[in-house]
C-alpha cells in the first residue's frame, strides 16, 4: 500500500511539473518590445497601407501598427495559409478609407501588443473631418470590439463610442455581422 501511494505521489509530482512546462501563451513572459524595437513613440505620422483589417504597415515605419480596439477577419486562414473572403473585405475596406485621406495617417500611441506591435488610434484626413479608423472598421461591421476595458489616456470614452458602433452595425447586419451571426 505505501508503494502505491509513494508511486501515486510522484505521478502527481511529475505530472505538475510537465503542466507548469506547458504554460499557455498568454501566461509567457511578454517579448521586451522596446529592446527589439526601440523606444515606444508617442505618436507616428506618416504614409501608411492596410496588411489587414486592423493592421497598418508604413512608409519609414519599423513596427506594424495595430489600430486600438477593433478585430478584424483574419486574412489568411488556418492551416493552408489561404485568404479568406471576410478578410479580404476587412482589408479592402480599411485600404478604402485609406486612399479617401490619401494615405496620410495621424496615429496617437497607447502601448505595445504581445507581437510588438505598437497599438494606436489611427485617423485619416478624409473630407469633411478626420475619419477615426478603427470607428469605421466598426461602423461597417468589419471589426469588433477587441479589449476595449483599456481605455485611452487621451479619450477616456473611445471604448463606449466603439462599442456604440458595433452595437449599430450588428442591429443594422452591416458588414461581416450576418456571416458572424451565422445566417446566410
Known amino acids: 500500500m505505501k508503494a502505491l501511494l509513494l508511486a501515486l505521489l510522484l505521478l502527481a509530482v511529475a505530472g505538475t511539473a510537465q503542466a507548469q512546462q506547458r504554460r499557455p501563451p498568454e ?10 524595437m526601440g523606444a ?4 507616428w505620422t506618416g504614409e501608411a497601407y492596410a496588411i489587414d483589417g486592423n493592421t497598418l504597415g508604413g512608409t519609414g515605419l519599423k513596427p506594424q501598427l495595430r489600430l486600438w480596439g477593433v478585430q478584424a477577419a483574419e486574412l489568411r486562414g488556418k492551416p493552408n495559409g489561404e485568404e479568406t473572403v471576410a478578410g479580404m473585405r476587412a482589408r479592402a475596406a480599411l485600404e478604402d478609407v485609406l486612399d479617401k485621406g490619401g494615405h496620410k495617417v495621424k496615429c496617437r500611441v497607447a502601448r505595445w501588443n504581445r507581437e510588438c506591435r505598437v497599438v494606436a488610434q489611427c485617423t485619416v484626413d478624409a473630407a469633411p473631418a478626420p475619419l477615426d479608423l478603427g470607428g469605421y472598421m466598426l461602423a461597417s461591421g468589419l471589426a469588433y470590439g477587441f479589449h476595449l476595458e483599456e481605455g485611452l489616456p487621451w479619450e477616456q470614452r473611445a471604448g463606449q463610442r466603439y462599442a456604440g458602433a458595433e452595437a449599430e ?4 447586419k452591416r458588414g461581416l455581422w450576418p456571416v458572424w451571426l451565422g445566417e446566410k
Not at 501566461?27 to 527589439?36: G, L, N
Not at 452595425?169 to 443594422?172: L, N
Open 27 to 36: 501566461a509567457e513572459k511578454p517579448p521586451d518590445c522596446a529592446a527589439t
Open 40 to 43: 515606444l513613440p508617442k505618436d
Open 169 to 172: 452595425a450588428r442591429k443594422a
